[in-house]
Each structure stands twice: as C-alpha cells, then as structure tokens.
C-alpha cells in the first residue's frame, strides 16, 4: 500500500471509532430536599451565625460541648425547626415557613450531637437546669453581677478592656431571656468566657445565681414600643 493510501485509511478508521463512542455519564442531580448530609446542611444553613465547626461567631457555638450538656436535642431541635421569636435565629423547617424538612432537621440536630458531644465534659458534675426553675430576683441579681460578671465586663455591664458591655440596648433586643441565660450557663468559650464554673474559682454559681442575673439583665433591656420588653 503506498503511503497516500496508508494515510487514507487510518483517516477512515479514526473518523469510524469518533462515531461510535460513548456517551459521557451524567452525575445525578440531587433535590435540595434530599440532601442528607450533615456537613453540607449544617454548612449551608448554620455556620454563618454558629461558626465553622460550630465553633461560634455571632451565635452561640454549637459545638461546645458544655452547652450540648445543657441542652437536649428537643431544645435544639425546637430552636432549628421553629426558630427563636424575637431574634435573628429564624425558622428553618418547611411546617414553619423555612426550606428544610423533618428528616433534615434531625439529620442536622443528630449530626450536632454526633460530632460535638463529649459525655465527659462535666466530669462527673451536675449540670445546672437549661430552663429556670423559678424567676430570678433583678435586685440580687446586681450583685450577682458584682460577684460573678464586673470583673470582664465592668461597672453596671458597660465593658472595659477585658470584655464588651451586655447592657447594649441592641444586644440585649435582640437576644431572648432564654439566650442570656445559656450564654451565663456555658460562657462563650471562642471569646475567653468561662461556663457558670468559673467566673470565680473555687465558688461556682448556683441555679438561684444565674437566675438572678438573667434577671437583671432583662431589666436593663430597652422598652418597645407598647411597654412591651
């Protein structure tokens, strides 16, 4: 075969296998209301506010373990479901107006607990009630304050060096009773605060304490409008 002819047909046969190649395999495409992942759910939906790895940033870190001793997961569910009125933490279940549904939620509560929990935390001490048992007293709780807060926090909760004021009109409208009193409970360890074990050592608060404080620092929030708090 001469060499113009040899060209010819390995033409031929090239052109002949483009012809019958394959088609390329489409990955499926997932719904968004399938997606059962918790790294890419909680990602998407919670680490904005709650951090990377639950970490913290604007919201209470997720992935303290203390606060996961506080709170069980029909606490969190019922905030990540339902939202939390009065603040920025919004509803994210479908039955409340959000984008998630039931099996997402649980897989987002489920995968909280799975990553961050550790029974150990507390080593062996008991936990102080996510709830208060009864109100708090606004006028103890200033000196709970002196006691356990002034020290980061300053005269009256106005801040100083060592930490921010809480008795910012904008802070205190836009966290709830039930938030201040987390956050007294298991402190924000991202922020250098300690949970309610160890604002003074050696003397940790008691339940009647945090109360107390919660109390007074409710009262230091700004009045709305209807005299509503």
């Avoid at 050592?201 to 919660?214: F, H, I, L, W």
Wanted: aromatic fraction near 6%.
């Amino acid at each position: 075969m001469t060499y113009p002819r040899l060209v010819a047909a390995l033409a031929i046969l090239v052109c002949a296998s483009c012809g019958r190649r394959e088609a390329p395999v489409e990955s499926p495409v997932i719904p968004p209301s399938k997606i059962l992942d918790f790294g890419h759910l909680y990602s998407e939906n919670c680490a904005g506010c709650h951090g990377v790895d639950g970490q913290g940033g604007l919201a209470i870190a997720l992935g303290d373990p203390v606060y996961l001793a506080i709170a069980n997961d029909t606490v969190i569910r019922a905030a990540t479901a339902k939202g939390v009125t009065g603040t920025t933490m919004p509803a994210f279940a479908q039955s409340a107006g959000g984008f998630l549904t039931d099996q997402q939620i649980d897989t987002i509560v489920g995968g909280i607990r799975a990553h961050w929990a550790k029974s150990d935390v507390l080593r062996g001490e008991t936990p102080l009630s996510y709830t208060a048992d009864a109100p708090g007293d606004p006028t103890r709780g200033a000196s709970v304050y002196d006691t356990y807060c002034s020290s980061c926090h300053g005269a009256g909760g106005r801040g100083n060096k060592r930490g921010s004021s809480i008795v910012e009109p904008s802070y205190l409208a836009l966290v709830s009773d039930q938030g201040l009193r987390t956050t007294v409970i298991v402190g924000r360890r991202e922020m250098g605060a300690p949970d309610w074990r160890s604002n003074v050592p050696g003397k940790p608060m008691s339940g009647e304490n945090v109360a107390d404080v919660v109390a007074w620092l409710v009262a230091q929030r700004p009045r709305l409008l209807g005299g509503i708090r």
